[in-house]
């Protein structure tokens, strides 16, 4: 690990001016995956700034009904938080999907949304990633791609991301606040957050330098039934081949986003339209484009019959 240098910040716009003025700044709260990816020489940050003494831990209920989680909520509590049990089910689901014990105790809910990808190619430093470093190539192009994205990628980049929280999130229409530098606060559809890969996969989400995370705002509950369903290689503390987070109602209909697909979770207004049509006609448009590797094919099959089964539960 390179050295550097380090300081904690007293508010949220302290931390992002502090992040902003010293280049290769990077915010640090749980640490569970910037530190290991300093071990490796992945992340070289020059300076870190501590934000867990902001006052950032809460969960609170909003004017409009909802619920606003403060960033530094850390997984365990979010998961075990009364509400959200009761009305984001979907949410409390994904949480416990998630990592270990250990690690929800410490990861954060900004930190969660913002972890970076998990392609194996990324955490080699000796292997050309366009992520990693821009213009060197994509090694999972011509690799192992078991793992890695079947839609929404480019001819740059195949790498997914890793949250489970993150796909909930986006099946409940989060809203992400933050604060700049100069203290001005702004409000971004979760929908929005994350870049597609393009030719900068380099350039995982839309925040600003310096700009930080303060809270996650979900909206009054829809009701229905909530879906969390995670696949993967072994039963515990593992990312998921596939993830579908569902919300159905009554009538069929509802909203589905999926994980371990793409480079962000995976939603799309044709997909929830076709819900009440039954998993094929949902898989069908979810990933109407995809261009899945030879490793990584059976992700469609699996994603629609995960799918099936979630919605054969919803009518159960």
């Given amino acids: ?34 530190i290991d990816l300093m071990k490796l020489e992945v992340e070289t ?3 870190l700034v501590d934000v867990n003494g902001l006052d950032l831990d809460r969960i609170e209920a909003t004017e409009a009904g909802g619920l606003r989680i403060g960033a530094l909520v850390r997984n365990t509590d979010l998961a075990a938080d009364e509400r959200v049990r009761r009305d984001y089910a ?39 990633c366009n992520k990693r470093v821009p213009g060197s190539g994509c090694s999972a192009l011509e690799g192992v791609s078991r793992q890695l994205a079947v ?21 409940l229409d989060a809203e992400v606040g933050t604060v700049n530098p100069q203290g001005t606060r702004r409000v971004i559809p979760i929908a929005s957050l994350y870049r597609a890969p393009g030719d900068t996969p380099h350039l995982d989400h839309q925040l600003q330098p310096g700009e930080l995370i303060t809270d996650v705002t979900l909206p009054a509950p829809t009701g229905g039934r909530h879906f969390y369903r995670k696949v993967r290689d072994r039963a515990s503390y593992a990312f998921a081949l596939v993830s579908v987070a569902a919300v159905v109602q009554p009538d069929g209909t509802g909203r589905v986003a999926v994980g371990g697909v793409a480079p962000q979770p995976w939603r799309l207004p044709a997909a929830d339209a076709a ?20 490793d990584n094919a059976f992700k469609l ?3 629609e019959r995960t799918l099936a089964g979630v919605l054969a539960e919803a009518r159960s």
């Avoid at 839609?151 to 099946?171: K, N």
């Avoid at 006609?281 to 484009?289: E, I, K, Q, V």
């Fill in 1 to 34: 690990m390179r050295s550097f240098t380090y300081e904690r910040a007293r508010t949220p716009a302290e931390a992002a001016a502090a992040a902003q003025r010293i280049q290769g700044a990077r915010f640090i709260a749980g640490g569970t995956n910037l």
């Fill in 45 to 47: 940050p020059a300076h």
């Fill in 90 to 128: 979907v949410l409390a689901r994904a949480l416990l999907a998630g990592a270990s014990g250990q690690i929800r105790n410490q990861a954060t809910t900004a930190g969660n949304l913002l972890q970076r990808t998990r392609c194996p190619y990324f955490y080699d430093p000796n292997q050309p």
């Fill in 151 to 171: 839609v929404g990628a480019s001819e740059h980049c195949i790498a997914t991301h890793p949250s489970d929280m993150a796909v909930a999130m986006r099946v």
């Fill in 275 to 294: 819900l009440p049509q039954g998993a094929t006609a949902t898989a069908r448009a979810l990933f109407d484009g995809a261009r899945p590797t030879h």
């Fill in 301 to 303: 099959t699996l994603a």
